[in-house]
Antibody, heavy 117, light 108 residues
């Protein structure tokens, strides 16, 4: 059974940093493209970042480019999202999902990030 | 980027009825690269439909997707109690992938 479990969310001040993790199981993590998607309160989901399965190419939404970094540790079957220079508008539930550049076939339950002073 | 607009915002129906959810794209979505998701509070979003009309693994056949170009539809025949949730559409024919704002399907 495919499982994705996010962690690392919390309350952070504007300008601060946070690292999210997503522990993956039930599939060959290293060969799959993975994405982060966020959902702000009352809004639809917004794609944030993607990392490809084979050569670890990455891409980012314009809203986070230069501030967020996606990475993966294949030995730990874990996906990461390093978030720096956080802003109030980054407040959202962050989901990791399997897939990218196409539909997302499995998602986690998400972790809440709140940026506020 | 392609903007997706879902309608209605909220749909109130009774179990056993038929639900029709719509999603309109601001530009044509190439090759029917379109998906639908179901999301219940506290749960992971669930893929229902991809390729505009293909059901994902384990999705009951009361869920069906149709459409092309800029207009797409999710139909749920004979609503079951567990179908009441929020539904999102997504396009992946153009980068970046984008989602609609959601339709809340509630029990009447």
């Amino acid at each position: 059974e495919v499982q994705l479990l996010e962690s690392g969310g919390g309350l952070v001040q504007p300008g601060g940093s946070l690292r999210l993790s997503c522990a993956a199981s039930g599939f060959t993590f290293s060969s799959h493209t993975m994405s982060w998607v966020r959902q702000a309160p009352g809004k639809g989901p917004e794609w944030v970042s993607v990392i490809t399965g084979g050569n670890n190419n990455t891409d980012y939404a314009d809203s986070v480019k230069g501030r967020f970094t996606i990475s993966r540790d294949k030995s730990k079957n874990t996906l990461y999202l390093q978030m720096n220079s956080l802003r109030a508008e980054d407040t959202a539930v962050y989901y990791c999902a399997r897939g990218g550049f196409r539909y997302l076939d499995y998602w986690g339950r998400g972790t809440l990030v709140t940026v506020s002073s | 980027e392609i903007v997706l607009t879902q309608s209605p915002g909220t749909l109130s129906l009774s179990p056993g009825e038929r639900a029709t959810l719509s999603c309109r794209a601001s530009q044509s979505v190439s090759s029917g690269y379109f998906a639908w998701y179901q999301h219940k509070p506290g749960q992971a979003p669930r893929l229902l439909i991809y390729g505009a009309s293909s059901r994902a693994t384990g999705i009951p056949d009361r869920f069906s997707g149709s459409g092309s170009g800029t207009d797409f539809t999710l139909t749920i025949t004979r609503l079951e109690p567990e179908d009441f949730a929020v539904y999102y559409c997504q396009q992946y024919g153009s980068s970046p992938i984008t989602f609609g704002q959601g339709t809340r399907l509630e029990i009447k």
